[in-house]
């Protein structure tokens, strides 16, 4: 085996591929049922799998920036890209990323070179990282999707109103999105977004809700603007992680295999399924996933010497944390499969089935 | 006798202006209170989507049915009125309601400042100062409102016929004047005018009483009207509403039928002379299948040169019923033409496909104007217009109104010639999309059987030695990947039918 491997990549066998493109894919379902990037599924994944956290990082942004090449196009056609604000957010979020690779790349460095603690400071960083990050997000998802509907009720908007009043000056205008924002309000969300982008890669988690919650974006023009931003967030990162020697094109090409698929029909499902069983539904994967990532933890605070347990247990934890990812992402994957093939079989019934009535005319 | 809507800014003095009118003419009045009042009364508390769509855009995707309701009732209530005789409107920004119908004066009246302020100050009990700031806030929080109500910019002095500026000309004399003007011809009412809003009042009614069937009330509909046609769009996850629309609106005045289509999202169709057995109905009809769409017709009729002396080149769309859009009080027979497009709109009914049809005649403004503001198109497909131009001239006509629309819709917007390219494959894509498969596969091949070295240079002794060339060959070969294979993934997609 080249060095190279078993230092930094890890070597690709038959079954490593397909389970890479099963994570491409079911990544790809789930984000485009909820309009994520999907890297909550698969830079876990990949972890589980045996790959180093930060390789992990690095080959799911350099996935993430072809992807949302692709994606955003569609979007700035229908009018939901507000690329001002967009450059605006850029401006920090590239410092957020650049901070995120030089932590990223500083603690997996720490490590033993040629021992089992390698990676193992990266790894729980990550997965710290992770762990918060998205429990926060599935807890909001589901509190959003359990509370009783309201009409006219939208998102909470305590936050926008409060730093409202403030209006820190300069206030920058973003007429697509018809709102104005603070630029001191604009360049922390920037970094924040940038940093977990570096670092996790689920920058989406908290720019949509950001411009959602924070500056009063439209939904549809913060989640086009998200993606034109991966883009550049995307580029960057993955140049970062490239330059810093972390990218596995492999991994990448693998997870496009599966990613670019499932994303179609993930998006196809949002069609035919209502919202609250979409964010009930994702709530329930990613706090999954959030459990499953728990799971890994003591695995290497193990190899950093911070617990002492039988190293049989690593195999255990390392199987217990895959199973339960997959078992997640194939289940939820699975139900909206269900729900596309369910819509697609009701549509080819109800297409000739125009309802037709011809009530009485009063003049 | 036209329908005069006087817009103006609270404390401007356009609501003495109009009662003053009302009174002169002998029209009844109404102004924005009176419609307030009707849509708190049928459960839209306007207050809270005031405040709601001014001070809090992000909820706008949740308020969009509370706001489509307000806009039916305001349009039923001007609309009754109007019914029971002459009318004076007062209020922000009415005549956006009431678009094709003709017979409608458009006054936008500016206030006189100081006369503004003081009665601001009077009534408010504020002093100059913070009399200014509120005037300025109010005036703010307005336009934005009509920005997102009426996706129009009040202050655009072209959708108005008349200015009234209070600065300069006294208030007894403006409405004495505007007596004069609408006694003119051109604001008299047709049996077309008269239809248009017959329709519009129909689409209302029909959208306040799916609104107030509970039902039926939490559904997202599109409700059009067409010569006494109503099309009922529901999506396909709210089947099981389809069978109550039906029980709802069964005894609609002025229904003579009714058609519920199902769908994801809507194709808009515009072109000048629809054909029946023509190939872009059957293509259009496929793509409407595979995106689970309905498909809007809109019968376009370009403006001539000189042609209708009572037209008036910036006003709203004249979105006509199924005559043809003719502006003279003779009702046509019906024409070859007019023929082909019901027959068109009959085969697109007969497919599950209808989403309603609309003729407009004038200028492109009138086209885009005549396009729903609320209604989310995933494509709109421009035929064959300027039919009677030479060739050459058509062409870039069409290629201009293409552009035109695109710039203005945030929709795709594509020519009926391009249209094969998102159903068929022809030799050209299929080669194209062979050589993008090749591509990636030769792709793949060299990445996997050469790991060893693609490795060294990612990551190993060669990364260490030029860490400069892993971004490059990342920066080419993920975007590279991507495209390839989200193109032939797409196309692959589109063979299965699920796109």
Known sequence: MPPVFSEIFVPITWATGILVVLLGFIGGVLSGFIGSGGAFFMTPGMMNLGVSGVVSVGSNITHKFGKALVGARKHAQMGNVDKRLAMYLLATALVGIRLAVWINSLLFAKGDSHGAGKGAASDLYISAIFIGVLTFVAISMLRDALRPATEGQGPSRAITDFLGRFALKPIVKFPVSDVEVSLWVLLPVGLATGYLAGTIGVGGFVGVPAMIYIFGVPTAVAAGTELYLAIFMGAFGAINYAFEGYVDLRLTCLLFLGSLVGVYIGAYGVKVVSERYIRLSTGYIILICVLSRAIAVPVYLGELGWVRFDPVWNLWLNRGSTILLFAAGIGGAGAVLLQVARAHIERQRIQTTLLVRRPAVES | ?????????????????????????????????????????????????????????????????????????????????????????????GHFLLPGVSHVLRVRVIPEQTQRLEAAMAQTKLSREKAEVFLSAIDEDIRAWVRFVHGADMDDLKRYDFVVNLENVGLENAATALCGIADLPDFKPTPVSRRAMEELLLQARARIRLALDERTADADLTVRSSDGVVTISYMPRQGSIASAIPEVLHDLPGCRELRCTVASTNILWIQEEFRPDAGALSQINELARRWGAAVELIRYRPEGDGETPASRPESAPRVTAADGGVEDDVVETVSPAESAFRETLEQLVHEGRSGGSQTVAGSPDRLLAAVRPDISYSLVVLGEVFLDKPPAARMRMGRDLGNFLAGRLKSPVIGTAELSAKLRFGAGQVAGIAAALVALVVLYALIFTHQGPLLDLLGGASHRARPWVAPLVVALIAPLVAGLYGLVASALLRLIRLE
């Open chain 2, 1 to 93: 006798m036209p329908i005069v809507f006087i817009c103006s800014v609270p404390f401007g003095g356009g609501k003495r202006l109009a009662q003053s009118l009302a009174a002169k003419l002998g029209y009844a009045f109404l102004s924005r209170e009176d419609v307030v009042a009707k849509a708190n009364e049928c459960g839209i508390p306007v207050g809270k989507l005031e405040v709601a769509m001014v001070k809090k855009p992000a909820v706008r995707e949740r308020l969009a049915r509370l706001q489509q309701r307000y806009l039916a009732v305001a349009t039923d209530t001007i609309c009754e009125k109007a019914a029971e005789g002459d009318l004076v409107y007062y209020g922000r920004a």
